[in-house]
């Protein structure tokens, strides 16, 4: 069991997740090819040591365990779990300068883009 960062993290910068994950294995892409990966950042499953930390940081709620994982995001798990196949290719990126929190109304937008509902 562990923790899949969803397409619900899509664009976002803001990455207060990094600041609480105590091992460092919230990570983007930084490979040269990146079709198939989208913008967005990953957790790495085998790394993960499941203390959930991180689930509250995120502004967008994007932040699941895999059993509470809407089958909707059931491709997210596949892609979260495909980056120790290319291991090489993420690393831990870098803090931004400036964080925007975005608001309810914008949470509750970026669900439905998904067609997340509830
Ligand atoms: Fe890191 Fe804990 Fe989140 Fe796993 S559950 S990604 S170890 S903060």
Request: aromatic letters at 4%; hydrophobic letters at 25%.
């Given at each position: 069991m562990t923790w899949v960062i969803t397409?619900?993290?899509?664009?976002?910068?803001?990455?207060?997740?990094l600041e609480v994950c105590p091992v460092n294995c919230i990570l983007e892409f930084v490979g040269?090819?990146?079709?198939?990966?989208?913008n967005q950042l990953y957790i790495a499953p085998d790394e993960?040591?499941?203390?959930?930390?991180?689930e509250p940081e995120c502004p967008w709620a994007a932040i699941f365990k895999d059993e509470d994982l809407p089958a909707l995001f059931s491709d997210d798990a596949v892609l979260n779990a495909r980056v120790m196949q290319s291991r090489g290719d993420f690393d831990v990126p870098q803090q931004p300068e400036t964080r925007r929190i975005p608001s309810a109304q914008e949470v509750e937008g970026n669900r439905k883009k998904w067609m997340l509902e509830g």
């Open positions: 397409r619900l993290c899509r664009d976002c910068l803001d990455m207060t997740c040269d090819t990146p079709g198939g990966w989208p993960c040591i499941d203390c959930g930390a991180c």
